[in-house]
């Protein structure tokens, strides 16, 4: 069966530091990634998916990349953090070509920056 | 960017109790989904819908894809206090079959 796995689960940054959020995925092939950013009582935003290794597509312009330098491993990360960049940061994976297939969500990371 | 309407935006029922919420749009979707998250975790789906007035249950949760392609609603059936948590409706569009568009979620409370 197939797994995600989000690292860390919990972080605490100051503003203008670096950040490297990690998701993987286990039991699957060739999955379409995503993260997912969730403030506070609020809905999910898309901000990166990937549909293969180096090939990422943006949804929102800010400080953050993504990177995937492996088929089942999915980076986020900021040069600087900002204040606004605090969230719950979700990881999910998705089966390609597979019909009526949907996307399954990882634990999450809730980010705070200081 | 686009996102669906979902309503209510927050309830507080008494265990026992039925519950409907719905999501709308003003676009057409070809897939609804229904997710729910319990507090610090990742959403779970719940339901799939891939045709129009397809009526779907997975236990006590019953979801509807409606005719117009353009809404979805979740009941929930005799709720109970593990039912507690935010509920998502999400959409995909024709033609846009790697994103997914969210509502902004229905926040259930169930008192025993």
């Known amino acids: 069966s197939q797994t995600i796995h989000q690292w860390p689960a919990t972080l605490v940054q100051p503003v203008g530091s670096p950040l490297s959020l990690e998701c993987t995925v286990e039991?699957?092939?060739?999955?379409?990634l995503y993260w997912y950013r969730q403030a506070a009582g609020r809905g999910l935003q898309l901000l990166f998916y990937?549909?293969?290794?180096?090939?990422i597509s943006s949804e929102v312009p800010q400080n953050l990349s993504a990177s995937r330098p492996q088929d089942r491993q999915f980076i986020l990360s900021s040069k600087k953090l900002l204040l606004s960049d605090s969230g719950f940061y979700l990881c999910?994976?998705?089966?390609?070509?597979?019909?009526?297939?949907?996307?399954?969500f990882g634990p999450g990371t809730r980010l705070t920056v200081l | 960017g686009q996102q669906l309407n979902q309503s209510p935006q927050s309830m507080f029922i008494q265990e026992g109790e039925d519950v409907s919420m719905n999501c709308t749009s003003s676009?057409?979707?070809?897939?609804w989904l229904w997710y729910k998250q319990d507090p610090g975790e990742g959403p779970v789906l719940l339901i799939a819908l891939y045709k129009a007035g397809e009526l779907t249950s997975n236990g006590r949760l019953t979801a509807q894809f409606g005719i117009t392609r353009k809404d979805s609603f979740l009941n929930i059936s005799a709720s109970i206090p593990s039912d507690v948590g935010i509920y998502f409706c999400?959409?995909?569009?024709?033609?846009?079959?790697?994103?997914?568009?969210f509502g902004k979620g229905t926040k259930l409370t169930v008192n025993p």
């Open positions: 999910a994976w998705r089966a390609s070509g597979v019909p009526r297939n949907e996307q399954f």
């Open positions: 990937s549909i293969g290794i180096d090939q």
């Open positions: 676009s057409i979707f070809n897939t």
């Open positions: 999400a959409g995909r569009r024709q033609g846009g079959s790697e994103k997914l568009v």
């Open positions: 039991g699957t092939s060739n999955p379409n």
